[in-house]
């Protein structure tokens, strides 16, 4: 099966990558000419573990194609996947301006019978109405389906392999069966399907997302009660953990959620039910705590370099939303490096892997240092935000000669704080007990 994946970023890429391991001829598309030709040149553009080994084996196999040339990758598919960006602004309205370009060009580039398959995350209702725009354009014959994509960036090929679910809403038994054969390898594994209609399809994928959101959300708070009340949240975590109703993942408390998903989708999914008259309050409450937690950690930082900013190295250690990518989007980084700098403070970081991105975001106005021992060197405060395992091995001896002052804000909880006070630091976590 010859199958075009159009948008070759986060999603589009594994995508493409891994269906072209399934064994189908894979051209991605992309508008962006430079990223297409590092991609023929075996440049991946994107971080993430395993990528490159698949990439390279299926580029030899001549399974895998980047390519501009829409019009040739589309007449020669019979499956098209749209997997092109959808941000969304401050209110939370979707900008699908790439979504109906794309529409557009499909609609009057398709010349027989295709199944179109969004995989970009879309509000509720947007692939009937892409339906309906290709409808307007052509008489070809084609279906639309609706397949959500849950990839954890950092984990994203593993996450591709051995999904816990693949979701796929349409309306037609014959994109059903499309769809059924392009996943066969995973189906045969047991992975649990769920077929729906299209519009249930885009709510699960804005459910999931906010109810994750909103599980991280909620361990944020509990973390800022217990530092008042002097309870401990790692031991609050594992014991809701133990709860088979609740489960143990996403309770890890930090400085509030980012990434390319869980800001955007809150946002997006709390604005469309809005715009359907039934506002989700709930939704709507994470986001504004997940707002508030970031500033808190900035009054952490404040409080812990001693009540002033003003002059204060602070050492940073992770840039990246998470561990395991480069990705910087919606990083919680951004907002607290921004107010630190704004209050005055002399910012040195490192990350990784997030170091090109960082520099794109924050040009000259950080330093940017070679490992965690340079940016913490002169600090008066070594703040962690993000969990590399690398952080949590940190020569602590080493960091103690290193170091003005002997402080450390964990804002990942990835150190074992009596540990580090026994080194003779200052140390926070977030809502950890000493
Ligand atoms: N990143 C994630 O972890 C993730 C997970 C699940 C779902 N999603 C959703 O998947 C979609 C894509 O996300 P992403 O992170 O891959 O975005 P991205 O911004 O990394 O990639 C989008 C790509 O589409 C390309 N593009 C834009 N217009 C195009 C056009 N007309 N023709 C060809 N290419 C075009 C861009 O150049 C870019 O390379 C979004 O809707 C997102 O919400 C993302």
């Known amino acids: 099966m010859n199958i075009t994946v159009i948008g070759s970023g986060y999603v589009g890429l594994t995508l493409g ?3 072209s391991d399934f064994g189908w001829n894979v051209t991605c598309v992309d508008i962006d000419e430079e990223r297409i030709k590092k991609l023929n040149n075996g440049i991946i553009p994107i971080f993430e573990e395993g990528l490159n080994e698949i990439v390279k084996r299926n580029l030899s196999e001549r399974r895998l194609h980047f390519s501009t040339n829409l019009k040739e990758a589309v007449r020669g598919s019979s499956v098209i996947f749209i997997a092109v960006g959808t941000p969304s ?3 939370g309205f979707t900008d699908l301006t790439q979504v109906w370009k794309v529409t557009d060009d499909l609609g009057k580039l398709i010349d027989e019978y295709k199944v179109i398959v969004v995989k970009s995350t879309v509000p509720i209702g947007t692939t009937g109405k892409i339906y309906n725009r290709i409808r307007e354009l052509t008489n070809t014959d084609f279906d639309i389906v609706f397949n959500p994509e849950f990839l954890r960036e950092g984990n994203a090929i593993h996450d591709f392999f051995h999904p816990d679910r693949v979701v796929i809403g349409t309306e037609s038994e014959k994109s059903l069966d499309v769809m059924k054969e392009i996943y066969r390898p995973i189906y045969l594994l047991q992975t649990p399907f769920v ?12 459910a999931a997302n906010s109810f994750l959101a909103m599980k991280i959300t909620f361990i944020n708070e509990i973390a ?27 309770l890890h408390a930090g400085p509030g959620y980012g990434g390319s998903c869980f800001p955007k989708d809150t946002n997006a999914f709390s604005y469309s039910a809005r715009e359907f008259g039934s506002p989700l309050s709930l939704v709507e409450a994470t986001i504004k705590a997940n707002d508030k937690q970031k500033l808190f950690m ?35 980084a951004i907002t607290i490096i921004n107010k630190l700098l704004n209050e005055g403070a002399v910012v040195k970081a490192y990350d990784p892997e997030a170091m090109k991105n960082a520099r794109k975001i924050f ?8 490992n965690e021992y340079d940016a913490a060197k002169d600090a008066d405060l070594l703040v962690i935000l993000t969990e590399w395992n690398q952080f949590r091995a940190l020569d602590l001896d080493k960091l103690r000669l290193l170091m003005k002052t002997h402080a450390i804000a964990d ?3 990835v150190l074992e704080p009596m540990v580090v006070k026994e080194k003779g630091f200052t140390y926070e ?6």
């Not at 001693?306 to 990705?327: E, M, R």
């Not at 040009?363 to 070679?370: A, D, F, N, S, Y």
């Open 224 to 250: 800022n009660l217990c530092e008042k009340v002097g309870a401990d949240v790692h031991d609050v975590a594992r014991a809701l953990g133990m709860d088979g109703r609740i489960g143990p993942k996403f």
């Open 195 to 206: 077929f729906t209609n299209i519009e249930t399809a885009e709510m699960i994928k804005y």
């Open 17 to 19: 990558i891994g269906l």
């Open 411 to 413: 804002l990942r909880n």
């Open 89 to 91: 602004r401050d209110d």
């Open 363 to 370: 040009g000259e106005r950080i330093i940017l240092c070679k």
């Open 298 to 332: 900035v009054d952490k930082i404040r409080r812990m370099a001693g009540g002033s900013l003003k002059g204060k190295n602070i050492g940073i250690l992770g840039l990246a939303f998470k561990q395991n990518t480069d990705d910087m989007r919606d990083s919680p």
């Open 429 to 434: 976590g977030v809502g950890r007990k000493i």
